[in-house]
């Protein structure tokens, strides 16, 4: 076990390089079982995900090799058609190895999945559109197990716009026989990251990043060579450590067109956002001014970002308000941030926080990888010492924060715990 030691009060300045985006790096790893042959996929973060994704595509078979960021897959010789409990318990996003096993070889077997503790997050709509496309699906013991001789094209109304079950859905009907079109689709930069790549691999799809995706199923794909999308929620939370420490930091590999919801609130904190080429830099200013969050499916303010924001907030002068919509339990942070003298109260979905000239560090506990990643601004922030245990959930999503950090003049370290 390992934890965080942070000595705060540091203005964050420089410059840093945005990693790869570990939400689109997984489904595009998952995309390399709809073929045999040997794949390449570039800017891959190092992150425990990923380490599961390996681990995964090895014991079904696929033979995997990486280096330097580059995942060079070769699943010609798929052995089996099943995700087991251990692995798939430990990241939930492994669920995406149905699509393309239903799709390629008319049979997957998939346990439930798992991940972090942030709310429900069934695969009822996952399952639904397969049915829709002709799979026969049943539960038993834990597992779903999803069968079809050909998948074909449907019309696909998603209940609410699913990230995972829109991409599970296209990868499948990639392969189906005749038109599928997925309503009410998710819209995420990630999403359209994961077409462009079945694009390129002979995948004919129309609308992806819109709420109605058309996918025109083919007999055959090819493997893929394709680099993955910058991390935006990387992204995002650099940028608020520069708004959190009155810095001026520089974050390459940032789109702004990713971030709109991001951008918009933090101009509106007082933080200056300049646009480069390859680049968004941010000022932080001398009292970060209180403003109001409500998270939404994309292009709406990120739930992924609703954490580290309310780090932000809880050093803002005035009173702030964050409801969150997408997932129920997703306040966890609270309890830990109050340990470091944040004002927040709690009703239902909604936080109200009342901004305090500084936080003070303490002992500190993760409990899933976003709130890890706000208890880490809080204490860059923070007077003297923040320790942040449980940073297991930080590996799952962000690749060397504490060293990137330390660039930009954070005085952070990793220790055993």
Known sequence: MQKIIIEGGQRLKGEVQVSGAKNAALP???????????????????????????KLLSILGARVSRQNGTFVVDSSAIQSEEAPYDLVRTMRASV???????????????????????????????????????????????????????LKGARIYLDSPTVGGTENLIMAAALAKGTTVIENAAREPEIVDLAQALIAMGARIDGA????VTIEGVDELRPMDYQVMPDRIEAGTFLVAAAMTRGDVRVIGAQADHLEGVLSKLREAGVEIMEEEGALRARGPRRLQPIQIKTRPYP?????????????MAISEGTSVVVENVFENRFMHVCELQRMGADIAIEGHTATIRGCRTLKGAPVMATDLRASASLVLAGLAAENTTEVSRIYHLDRGYEGIEAKLRLLGARIDRVPA
Do not use: W
């Not at 595009?28 to 794949?39: E, I, M, N, V």
């Not at 829709?132 to 069968?147: C, N, P, S």
């Not at 709406?300 to 932000?312: R, S």
């Open 28 to 54: 595009l790893l998952f995309a390399t079982l709809l073929t045999g042959g040997t794949h390449r996929v570039g800017n891959v973060p190092d992150l425990r995900d990923i380490d599961t994704v390996e």
């Open 96 to 150: 995406l190895v149905l699509g393309p096993l239903l799709a390629r070889f008319g049979h997957a077997r998939v346990s439930l999945p798992g991940g972090c503790a942030i709310g429900a997050r069934p695969i009822n709509l996952h399952l639904k559109g397969f049915e829709a496309m002709g799979a026969q699906i049943t539960l038993d013991h834990g597992y779903v197990e999803a069968r079809a001789k050909k």
């Open 209 to 212: 990043g819109s709420d109605t």
């Open 300 to 312: 709406g303010f990120p739930t992924d970002m609703q954490a580290q924001f309310m780090a932000m």
